[in-house]
């Protein structure tokens, strides 16, 4: 800091101090601790992109090799002795297609966690913790409704194979069961609530910060909404939102979330 010398009307001078230091330029400005690095939130992000894109067209698999082989998701609705005789006739697409199923499931949280870093920024912030609570719970309460029919079932498809008739009524009976509670968690709490809350808290956080489009942001709450409706049966509401429609469009949510971040998105 250099001292500037001027002379004042009265004849006396006065010392003042001078700032020699630079201006800091916005772009200098957006590298100081605590304030968004601008481009950095423009940078293009294949890794999040790619783990996006990847998570929501690994939800086809299942589609295809599941649908073509023992007719689902329609033939969730058919008797147990159906289902179970389709299991066993295609036993090892229902592995390939619900191990597909699966896995996709597992990706939901971290595919979360990428999206409430992008949109939220810091994870430690309250809401992008709750974001990945919420992702972290639906991904285990989806994990633990579809892993019974890559181990459960399928024994039980063989066993009803070779069963006498009273013995197959009583394995149908064990089916059903499973099904209602496999369903309650999986599509209940893990399709349905616990995604709901998570994506609709990212959504409403980053339109809040304004840290995705404002389009982008509108349609996750959209899709949250949707995931509502499809718990609305399980509370006495007689209407609610068919699971295919409530999972396609998270799906395609995902996958466009995936196109914005690779292409560097910005707020």
Request: charged share 10%; with cysteine.
């Amino acid at each position: 800091m250099r001292r500037q010398t001027f002379r004042s009307p009265g004849g006396a001078r006065t010392l003042a101090p001078m700032n020699t230091a630079p201006a800091l330029t916005p772009d200098a400005a957006s590298t100081l601790p605590g304030r968004n690095n601008a481009s950095t939130s423009r940078a293009r992000d294949p890794l999040r992109g790619t783990l996006l894109l990847a998570t929501a067209l690994l939800s086809l698999v299942p589609v295809v090799v599941l649908g073509s082989s023992i007719g689902w998701p329609a033939s969730l609705a058919a008797p147990a002795a159906q289902q179970l005789a389709a299991v066993q006739a295609h036993a090892g697409a229902v592995q390939a297609g619900y191990g597909a199923y699966l896995l996709y499931s597992l990706l939901i949280m971290p595919a979360m966690l990428a999206l409430a870093s992008r949109m939220l920024g810091d994870l430690a912030r309250p809401l992008a913790a709750m974001v990945v609570a919420f992702a972290a719970l639906s991904t285990l309460a989806r994990a633990i409704g579809i892993a019974r029919w890559v181990t459960v079932m399928p024994a039980l498809a063989a066993a009803h194979a070779s069963a006498d008739p009273s013995s197959r009524a009583v394995i149908g009976t064990v089916f059903d069961a499973l099904t209602r509670y496999g369903a309650g968690i999986g599509e209940l709490l893990g399709v349905s609530l616990f995604m709901a809350l998570s994506l609709g808290t990212l959504c409403i956080g980053a339109l809040v910060q304004r840290g995705a489009p404002v389009l982008l942001a509108l349609s996750g709450i959209a899709v949250a909404l949707l995931l509502v409706g499809m718990a609305a049966p399980a509370f006495g509401v007689p209407f609610g939102v068919n699971v295919a429609v409530g999972a396609s469009a998270t799906n395609l949510w995902l996958l466009v979330a995936g196109v914005w971040a690779w292409r560097g998105g910005r707020g």
